[in-house]
């Protein structure tokens, strides 16, 4: 099973911005597809961006315009840059990855591999 670590995170000012990444198994890419979701106090587990095994990219539309997904697969890692960040942003960020050419951002219970989160908080 692909195994996940994110880093990253961070407090930082509204306006900043904060770049996560996942580092994960090797030979990731060409075998699932990967997102990554946020959770704030009290709130649901929300998808934030996924990446398609062939590239595509879809978003949350709170965060579309601000943020990008991307992919360094000779690194098997994901990234997350995150700009003009609002403290409604504040949550625990988790990447995950599924065995699928096609990500999710609604259907959480699809995939198989989570990380264990690293927290960004923007303080206003």
């Known amino acids: 099973q692909v195994q996940l670590v994110e880093s990253g995170g961070g407090s930082v000012q509204a306006g900043g911005s904060l770049r996560l990444s996942c580092a994960a198994s090797a030979y990731t890419y060409s075998s699932y597809c990967m997102g990554w979701f946020r959770q704030a106090p009290g709130k649901e587990r929300e998808g934030v961006a996924v990446?398609?095994?062939?590239?595509?990219?879809r978003y949350a539309d709170s965060v579309k315009g601000r943020f990008t997904i991307s992919s360094d697969n000779g690194q098997n890692t994901l990234y997350l840059q995150m700009n003009s960040l609002k403290p409604e942003d504040t949550g625990m960020y988790y990447c995950?990855?599924?065995?699928?050419?096609?990500?999710?951002?609604?259907?959480?219970?699809?995939?198989?591999?989570w990380g264990q989160g690293t927290q960004v908080t923007v303080s206003s």
């Open positions: 990446r398609d095994s062939d590239g595509s990219t």
């Open positions: 995950a990855a599924d065995w699928a050419a096609r990500c999710s951002l609604l259907r959480l219970y699809l995939y198989d591999a």
